[in-house]
């Protein structure tokens, strides 16, 4: 018979009943504590956000703040560029485009001319020809710069024509309103053999002299050997 001997730890026992529950306390204890110290951290070093409202806050309690989310809006959108009023032309004030434009082009080219009305034109040809017919029956229009109308021309065909009416020059005598300038564009109604390459197209280009009183006026014009007059009303 043989006797086995066991092998006997002297701290076993005071390990299993003292230090092993002691431990088990302190790791219990820690996690807590470990929780606490982050959020104290969090909150007196953290950045806290509120409706666009960024705040530090040091440790000795003085609090910084910022408006970053505006900041950021405002560096991100360009700034806002003031929108200047067009400019109109006062086609009723005196004008020389000689003296008031820089450029040749800008001389030749004027401003718009006033807003007419035409009723009647009356033809005067300076070198004798078969012309059957004088009164011109003009009816026509003058608007922002832009002309149009038609007319019976001395051959008895009915034209129409359009363009640009442009002044040159405009000044005030007394009640009496004087404008220079000039009328550029096409007419159409001529008969073939008269029209360059038989399509019954004719240019337009007449200087025109406005004089009128209170917005009721005469009109004179020249084309080559053409000289015309006829009334009309400015609006």
Same mark, same amino acid.
């Given at each position: ?21 002691? @431990? ?32 530090? @806050? ?178």
């Amino acid at each position: 018979m043989s006797t086995q001997k066991t092998l006997i730890i002297p701290l076993s026992g005071f390990y299993k009943r003292i230090i092993n529950p002691f @431990l088990k306390v302190i790791l219990i204890l820690s996690i807590p504590c470990s929780l606490l110290a982050a959020e104290n951290s969090e909150i007196n070093y953290g950045l806290q956000s509120h409706n666009g409202q960024s705040q530090w @806050l040091e440790p000795d309690g003085v609090m910084l703040a910022a408006d970053t989310n505006r900041d950021m809006v405002q560096d991100d959108q360009p700034p806002e560029e003031s929108e200047e009023p067009p400019v109109t032309v006062d086609t009723y004030s005196p004008y020389n485009s000689f003296e008031e434009e820089s450029g040749w082009v800008d001389q030749i080219w004027g401003r718009p001319s006033r807003d007419h009305i035409y009723l009647g034109m009356w033809t005067l040809h300076l070198d004798p020809g078969d012309d059957q017919e004088n009164n011109n029956e003009l009816i026509g229009f003058t608007y922002k710069g832009y002309y149009g109308g038609t007319f019976i021309n001395t051959h008895s065909d009915r034209v129409w024509s359009a363009g640009w009416q442009r002044t040159l020059f405009q000044q005030k005598y007394g009640e009496f309103d004087v404008e220079a300038g000039y009328r550029a564009g096409i007419m159409y109604g001529y008969k073939k053999y008269l029209t360059l390459y038989d399509t019954r197209f004719f240019p337009l280009i007449q200087a025109v002299l406005d004089i009128d009183y209170k917005g009721f006026g005469l009109e004179l014009s020249w084309a080559g050997v053409v000289l015309t007059a006829g009334f009309y009303y400015r609006f």
